[in-house]
């Protein structure tokens, strides 16, 4: 994949080069071209042009070589062209470089701590993103002395390597580099309700020592349904006295708090300069370009906003965005991605703990000239912008930020309490888990709670981690549906240990957004996030929906295609949908369009309501009162099988389900039975779409 680098600056030239007017030169057709008069017109045109742009250019702010640098807006996407690095490391007398395979941005948080420790064991430690650099440089690593790379990689999907780390993961697999002299040490992580738990970091941990490279420490799990940040911190608290051992080296003794970013503040920025939530390109959301992507979303307008449950006190939502236009394309089965908004009362009550003026614009400059990553966050812009756009201040904060609070605290008390919970001691981690993770406070609440710990705004806003785009399983077919595509999302709600009500921020957010209420249009940024959750190529191959509650969004997408198909005149298998909820009358979302689709003979539905008798009815139950069926989809007609929905235990119940049903009509042992199910999901024959 090619790597642009494009200046700031340029950027701005460009947009606004697009707006002028071309003006076309007829051709003469006669000697002379040009007579007198036309080269006067000429050059007074192009002197008038000339002074036009020029004045233009100054008046709409494009800087000057006099001005600060750091007065620029910074592109996230603005990165050196020079992918060596090799070449960085030596020249800034590094001897560390940690590479990231990261989604959500947690594996390249957790390899800046471990760059960052790394001056406490005289190895200056360095960030680097693999899709930006030369990877075939780690033969040369063994040049300097005492070097070690490290892996955070996450696994994604099924069993798969983060986008970033594609190219490297694929290089490993493809090549045979003796990599002889590279010392190296990996830390996954994954989620254990996975198949392919940690797939990723395993394998590249294999690879690396199978190609002659030297293993430091053993191979870190880090399992995300658990205690994600105690994995981490548990292996890294054993990787670094292995480090010393392996180089013969010692700790300087205590760690040293070292800022990552330099603060500056701009009082005079011309507005249209700053930032105002745009993902990378400034402007990029009122002068759209395609194509977009997780950089370049789209602005769409919300078209439907209504909720699908009919009682109760829970919400369902139904909402369709439109695409005409925007030249994006999805296929059924694919994932919607939003970029959500922190809610305002929050990002307030944050301004009004640290009595700070969230309207301030801020520059934070990594102060590390080698790094690719300039700014932690599009800059300039305010921090009002950078904790409702940027931070994500609503997730339980890691040890590494407690840490950094403690010399922002004055009561001896607040302060011992945030020592012991960044600490590694049993006591410490147990109190972690209680009052972080278990009672569910974010930094808001921890602020409340610890009325002494008044952290520097921008310090704060270097530690907390980005703010995620939220995926949601499309729920339409771009068969039916070209120019809409529609997501169906449950509002997260709900009341905390500590009293406090916790509002999902994306669902929360979309809530609000009533079209039906607005007489202007209501905006979303998003873009399609490609998927393997495929219908089969031939429509008469029968197929099996498991998706109780919202895992029905895919196959209501799955179904309309089918009907599609069959109004066409195409023969279509067998299409049995399993669907479970609470309550007929309450949840039983799109009951009157399934209902339709079992009129028109397109689907077979068995459904189940927990709760409408005495005794507890579930898919799973309906699935083992079915296993003929079943079998007869996947067993005698060669059919597909789908999931979608919780991964912890629905999914884990459904696939022994699956291997019983096999074993059981297929007439097979347990290992046959589990080579058949494991042939399947290599067909693609077995396919889940599932979270936890």
Same mark, same amino acid.
């Given at each position: 994949?090619?790597?642009?680098?494009?200046?700031?600056?340029?950027?701005?030239?460009?947009?606004?080069?697009e707006?002028?007017?071309?003006?076309?030169?007829?051709?003469?057709?006669?000697?002379?071209?040009f007579?007198?008069?036309?080269? %006067?017109?000429?050059?007074?045109?192009?002197?008038?042009?000339?002074?036009?742009?020029?004045?233009n250019?100054?008046?709409?702010?494009?800087?000057?070589?006099?001005?600060?640098?750091f007065m620029?807006?910074?592109?996230?996407?603005?990165? &050196?062209?020079?992918?060596?690095f090799i070449?960085?490391?030596?020249?800034?007398?590094? &001897?560390?470089?940690?590479f990231?395979?990261s989604?959500?941005?947690?594996?390249?948080?957790?390899a800046?701590?471990l760059?960052?420790?790394?001056?406490?064991?005289?190895?200056?430690?360095?960030?680097?993103?693999?899709e930006?650099?030369?990877m075939?440089?780690?033969?040369?690593?063994?040049?300097?002395?005492n070097?070690?790379?490290?892996?955070?990689?996450?696994?994604?999907?099924?069993?798969?390597p983060t986008?970033?780390?594609?190219?490297?993961?694929?290089w490993l697999?493809?090549?045979?580099?003796?990599?002889?002299?590279?010392?190296?040490?990996?830390?996954?992580?994954?989620?254990?309700?996975?198949?392919?738990?940690?797939?990723?970091?395993?394998?590249?941990?294999?690879?690396?020592?199978?190609?002659?490279?030297?293993?430091?420490?053993?191979?870190?799990?880090?399992?995300?349904?658990?205690?994600?940040?105690?994995?981490f911190?548990?292996?890294?608290?054993?990787?670094?006295?292995? %480090?010393?051992?392996?180089?013969?080296?010692?700790?300087?003794g205590?760690d040293?708090?070292?800022?990552?970013?330099?603060?500056?503040?701009?009082?005079?920025?011309?507005?249209d300069?700053?930032? &105002?939530?745009?993902?990378?390109?400034?402007?990029s959301?009122?002068?759209?370009?395609?194509?977009?992507?997780?950089?370049?979303?789209f602005l769409?307008a919300?078209?439907?906003?209504?909720?699908?449950?009919k009682?109760?006190?829970?919400?369902?939502?139904?909402?369709?965005?439109?695409?005409?236009g925007s030249?994006?394309?999805?296929?059924?089965g694919?994932?919607?991605?939003?970029y959500?908004?922190?809610?305002e009362?929050l990002?307030?009550?944050l301004?009004?703990?640290?009595?700070?003026?969230?309207?301030?614009i801020i520059?934070?400059?990594?102060?590390?000239?080698?790094?690719?990553?300039?700014?932690?966050?599009?800059?300039?812009?305010?921090?009002? +912008?950078?904790?409702?756009?940027?931070?994500?201040?609503?997730?339980?904060?890691?040890?590494?930020?407690?840490?950094e609070?403690?010399?922002y605290?004055k009561?001896p008390?607040?302060?011992?309490?945030?020592?012991s919970?960044?600490?590694?001691?049993?006591?410490?981690?147990q109190l972690?888990?209680?009052?972080?993770?278990q009672?569910?406070?974010?930094?808001?609440?921890?602020?409340?709670?610890?009325?002494?710990?008044k952290?520097?705004?921008?310090?704060?806003?270097?530690?907390l981690?980005?703010?995620?785009?939220?995926?949601?399983?499309?729920?339409?077919?771009?068969?039916?549906?070209?120019?809409t595509?529609h997501?169906?999302a449950?509002?997260?709600?709900?009341?905390t240990p500590?009293?406090?009500?916790?509002?999902?921020?994306?669902?929360?957010?979309l809530? +609000?957004?009533?079209?039906?209420?607005?007489e202007?249009?209501?905006? +979303?940024?998003?873009?399609?996030?490609?998927?393997?959750?495929?219908?089969?190529?031939?429509?008469? +191959?029968?197929?099996?929906?498991?998706?109780?509650?919202?895992?029905?969004?895919?196959?209501?997408?799955?179904?309309?295609e089918?009907d599609?198909?069959?109004?066409?005149?195409?023969?279509?298998?067998?299409?049995v949908? /399993?669907f479970?909820?609470?309550?007929?009358?309450?949840? /039983?979302?799109?009951?009157?369009?399934l209902?339709?689709?079992?009129k028109?003979?397109v689907?077979?539905?068995?459904?189940?309501?927990s709760?409408?008798?005495?005794?507890?009815?579930y898919?799973?139950?309906?699935?083992?009162?079915?296993?003929?069926?079943?079998?007869?989809?996947?067993?005698?007609?060669?059919?597909?099988?789908? %999931?979608?929905?919780d991964?912890?235990?629905?999914?884990?119940?459904?696939?022994?389900?699956?291997?019983?049903v096999?074993?059981?009509?297929?007439g097979?042992?347990?290992?046959?039975?589990?080579?058949?199910?494991?042939?399947?999901?290599?067909?693609?024959?077995?396919?889940?779409?599932?979270?936890?």
């Amino acid at each position: 994949m090619a790597k642009v680098s494009l200046n700031p600056i340029c950027n701005y030239i460009r947009t606004t080069m697009e707006v002028e007017p071309t003006v076309g030169a007829e051709q003469l057709m006669e000697e002379p071209m040009f007579g007198v008069l036309d080269v %006067v017109l000429l050059v007074s045109l192009l002197g008038i042009g000339g002074w036009w742009f020029l004045k233009n250019r100054q008046q709409s702010g494009v800087p000057t070589t006099d001005k600060s640098y750091f007065m620029q807006p910074t592109n996230l996407g603005t990165q &050196s062209t020079d992918n060596s690095f090799i070449k960085k490391l030596k020249s800034s007398g590094r &001897s560390l470089v940690v590479f990231y395979g990261s989604q959500t941005g947690t594996g390249e948080e957790f390899a800046g701590r471990l760059a960052k420790e790394g001056i406490r064991y005289h190895l200056k430690g360095m960030v680097a993103d693999p899709e930006e650099c030369d990877m075939e440089e780690l033969t040369n690593l063994k040049d300097i002395p005492n070097s070690l790379a490290v892996f955070c990689l996450a696994t994604y999907g099924e069993g798969d390597p983060t986008d970033n780390a594609m190219e490297f993961y694929e290089w490993l697999q493809n090549g045979d580099t003796d990599l002889t002299g590279l010392n190296y040490a990996v830390f996954g992580l994954g989620n254990k309700t996975y198949e392919h738990y940690n797939e990723v970091a395993k394998y590249v941990d294999k690879r690396l020592d199978e190609l002659g490279a030297t293993r430091v420490y053993e191979l870190g799990l880090g399992d995300d349904d658990a205690n994600i940040e105690d994995d981490f911190i548990t292996w890294k608290d054993k990787f670094w006295p292995a %480090v010393c051992e392996f180089f013969d080296i010692e700790a300087t003794g205590e760690d040293v708090s070292v800022r990552q970013y330099r603060l500056t503040e701009h009082p005079d920025v011309p507005n249209d300069r700053i930032y &105002s939530g745009e993902v990378a390109r400034l402007h990029s959301l009122r002068n759209q370009r395609a194509p977009f992507d997780a950089k370049n979303p789209f602005l769409a307008a919300i078209k439907v906003n209504r909720e699908l449950h009919k009682s109760g006190d829970r919400s369902c939502m139904h909402i369709e965005f439109d695409i005409e236009g925007s030249r994006m394309r999805y296929e059924t089965g694919d994932h919607l991605a939003i970029y959500p908004i922190n809610n305002e009362e929050l990002v307030n009550k944050l301004g009004e703990l640290l009595n700070v003026d969230l309207d301030t614009i801020i520059t934070l400059t990594n102060t590390d000239e080698e790094s690719n990553k300039k700014h932690p966050f599009p800059c300039p812009c305010s921090y009002r +912008t950078a904790l409702t756009h940027y931070l994500d201040i609503t997730s339980n904060p890691r040890t590494h930020i407690l840490k950094e609070l403690i010399e922002y605290t004055k009561d001896p008390q607040e302060q011992e309490k945030l020592r012991s919970m960044a600490s590694t001691t049993p006591e410490g981690k147990q109190l972690y888990n209680q009052w972080i993770i278990q009672d569910n406070r974010n930094i808001v609440h921890i602020l409340e709670d610890l009325r002494s710990c008044k952290p520097a705004l921008d310090h704060l806003c270097e530690l907390l981690p980005r703010l995620q785009a939220r995926y949601y399983s499309i729920s339409s077919s771009p068969k039916v549906y070209p120019t809409t595509v529609h997501i169906t999302a449950v509002l997260v709600l709900y009341e905390t240990p500590t009293s406090r009500i916790n509002k999902g921020v994306a669902t929360s957010w979309l809530a +609000t957004k009533q079209p039906s209420k607005s007489e202007i249009p209501i905006t +979303t940024p998003i873009y399609i996030r490609r998927s393997q959750f495929r219908l089969p190529t031939r429509p008469q +191959t029968p197929i099996i929906m498991i998706g109780p509650g919202t895992g029905l969004a895919p196959f209501r997408g799955f179904i309309q295609e089918r009907d599609q198909f069959k109004e066409e005149g195409k023969r279509i298998g067998d299409t049995v949908l /399993f669907f479970g909820c609470r309550k007929k009358a309450e949840d /039983f979302i799109y009951e009157e369009e399934l209902n339709e689709y079992v009129k028109k003979g397109v689907l077979t539905m068995h459904v189940a309501f927990s709760r409408d008798q005495a005794h507890k009815v579930y898919v799973t139950h309906l699935l083992e009162d079915n296993m003929d069926e079943i079998w007869r989809v996947i067993g005698e007609n060669n059919g597909h099988l789908y %999931v979608c929905g919780d991964a912890r235990n629905m999914a884990r119940d459904v696939h022994n389900i699956v291997l019983k049903v096999v074993q059981q009509k297929g007439g097979m042992t347990e290992s046959q039975a589990l080579a058949y199910v494991k042939k399947m999901e290599a067909q693609k024959r077995y396919s889940a779409d599932v979270w936890s």
